[in-house]
């Protein structure tokens, strides 16, 4: 009896801490992925920011950024090497992941699938305004996640 008592605190002990890796595996990609949406929102900010300063007329500038955002971005995109937008077809390709630097990225030599998937569309609200919303899915086992994070953009120059 006593041999089965311990049995079954043993087999709880090993359940309760097969739960605890798993909720410790969801836990680091779901900060992985918050990590991935907010950089998405932060390389479009760069690229308005960079439009707009390297245009000798900033309000041009604001323009040729809203017309190129939403040219690439307005059904989805993903940004290549240097920030450079590119529409996604059907769906966007899941961002590479290199061991060796820890880097995420879509064209890193001997990266691999991460298994995580970066969608940003831009929408504008007005003339003024821009809304970037920056979405990372990836799976775990037979469940689809996803994480969503948004920010409204302006037109710093009068």
Same mark, same amino acid.
């Given at each position: 009896?006593?041999?089965?008592?311990?049995?079954?605190?043993?087999?709880?002990?090993?359940?309760?801490?097969?739960?605890?890796?798993?909720?410790?595996?969801?836990?680091?990609?779901?900060?992985?992925?918050?990590?991935?949406?907010?950089?998405?929102?932060?390389?479009?900010?760069?690229?308005?920011?960079?439009?707009? *300063?390297?245009? #000798?007329?900033? @309000?041009?500038?604001?323009?040729?950024?809203? &017309?190129?955002? %939403?040219?690439?971005? $307005? /059904?989805?995109?993903?940004?290549?090497?240097?920030?450079?937008?590119?529409?996604?077809?059907?769906?966007?390709?899941?961002?590479?992941?290199?061991?060796?630097?820890?880097?995420?990225?879509?064209?890193?030599?001997?990266?691999?699938?991460?298994?995580?998937?970066?969608? *940003?569309?831009? #929408?504008?609200? @007005?003339?003024?305004?821009?809304?970037?919303? &920056?979405?990372? %899915?990836?799976?775990? $086992? /037979?469940?689809?996640?996803?994480?969503?994070?948004?920010?409204?953009?302006?037109?710093?120059?009068?």
């Amino acid at each position: 009896m006593s041999i089965g008592i311990f049995t079954m605190s043993v087999l709880a002990m090993l359940s309760i801490l097969a739960q605890g890796i798993s909720n410790t595996n969801y836990a680091k990609k779901k900060i992985i992925a918050s990590y991935l949406a907010q950089e998405g929102v932060e390389q479009i900010r760069n690229i308005r920011d960079t439009t707009v *300063i390297s245009n #000798e007329d900033r @309000s041009a500038g604001w323009a040729e950024f809203k &017309s190129v955002i %939403s040219d690439f971005c $307005g /059904s989805g995109c993903y940004l290549q090497e240097f920030n450079l937008p590119a529409t996604c077809t059907e769906s966007c390709p899941p961002i590479l992941y290199h061991n060796g630097s820890g880097i995420y990225n879509y064209v890193l030599d001997g990266g691999v699938e991460s298994g995580y998937v970066v969608t *940003i569309t831009v #929408e504008s609200v @007005s003339d003024d305004e821009v809304k970037v919303n &920056s979405t990372v %899915s990836w799976d775990k $086992g /037979s469940t689809d996640y996803s994480l969503k994070f948004s920010d409204n953009l302006f037109n710093w120059i009068e």
